[in-house]
């Protein structure tokens, strides 16, 4: 406890926590107000035409095949209670794409900060036991991403609360989809912290670990979904292959907090959990046995 202490200190006493909660709230907000414009829409749409039958086209040259898709996505866009679902699920995990990647560059940062500032030779004399040093660092990681998780959630329940409210429907937040979502959402932060130390010891300059993390977490998601994505169109077209993009840790992080099954093949929100979790332990453990073997000067 006296470790952990000693690193929520570090984070207080600089200017780097509030940075990145800044961060974390602009986004937040951002999103926030994109997913209450599209739920508004999606909800309007699904109550004005609840009533409506599907009628199959006439006179075209769609196939069965093509006809069932057409009923489908007729019955999925006016479904109202699942359209009311998916759009509590979105507004109340709002923020969490930019939101855990900070938490990911906090989590790296406080491992990289021994370095950059080197206090690090102090740090292991003072606590020569290494393995409770780095535990220490991946706690405090985790009580940081709860923090953001809790702050950024206050606002979106608060938010969505108030625009469910002025649409005329409950809140949603009796509905096992959406309390899992944020349940979800919650777990997805801690573990993203986790991955932020690990990749600090990975890579113990400050400037690279963070452009690395950044780099790898923004461009790499749309770079394996987009690859994903072309092998299913253009060569093997099976619903594994664009599941399989849940490999990647920030595509897992989206599979976690989706309230259902869609159109377009996603695996289970357990899939994306577990794959997550995978690398948290991979990470943690890796992180732990180099910083106990790892020379420190």
């Known amino acids: 406890m006296a470790l952990i202490r000693s690193e929520l200190m570090k984070i207080r006493t600089t200017n780097i926590w509030w940075l990145f909660g800044i961060g974390v709230l602009f986004f937040t907000g951002i999103a926030l107000l994109i997913w209450i414009f599209q739920g508004d829409m999606e909800i309007t749409n699904a109550a004005r035409n609840a009533s409506e039958v ?50 990911m560059l906090l989590g790296a940062i406080l491992f990289t900060n021994e370095f950059h500032h080197q206090t690090a030779t102090a740090t292991f004399l003072t606590s020569p036991q290494r393995t409770k040093v780095i535990l220490s660092k991946f706690a405090t990681a985790v009580i940081a991403a709860a923090f953001f998780w809790l702050l950024t959630t206050a606002i979106n329940v608060t938010a969505g609360s108030i625009f469910f409210n002025a649409k005329g429907y409950p809140s949603q937040l009796g509905e096992w989809p959406v309390i899992r979502a944020i349940l979800m959402n919650g777990l997805a932060f801690g573990l993203w912290g986790i991955l932020g130390v690990g990749l600090g010891v990975l890579i113990r300059n400050q400037i690279g670990a963070v452009l690395t993390g950044a780099i790898a977490y923004v461009i790499g998601s749309q770079v394996v979904t987009g690859v994903f994505q072309l092998i299913y169109f253009l060569w093997i077209q099976k619903d594994w292959v664009i599941k399989a993009a849940v490999l990647w840790p920030s595509v897992a992080s989206q599979v976690m907090v989706s309230p259902e099954q869609t159109l377009i093949p996603i695996p289970q929100w357990w899939v994306g959990a577990l794959v997550l979790v995978g690398y948290g332990l991979v990470f943690g453990i890796i992180g732990t046995l180099i910083t106990r073997k790892r020379d420190i000067n």
């Open 54 to 103: 599907f009628t199959p086209p006439r006179g075209g040259n769609a196939s069965p095949a093509e006809a069932e898709m057409m009923r489908r996505q007729w019955e999925y866009s006016h479904d109202i209670n699942r359209v009311l679902h998916v759009t509590a699920a979105q507004i109340y995990t709002s923020g969490q794409f930019f939101g855990v990647m900070f938490v």
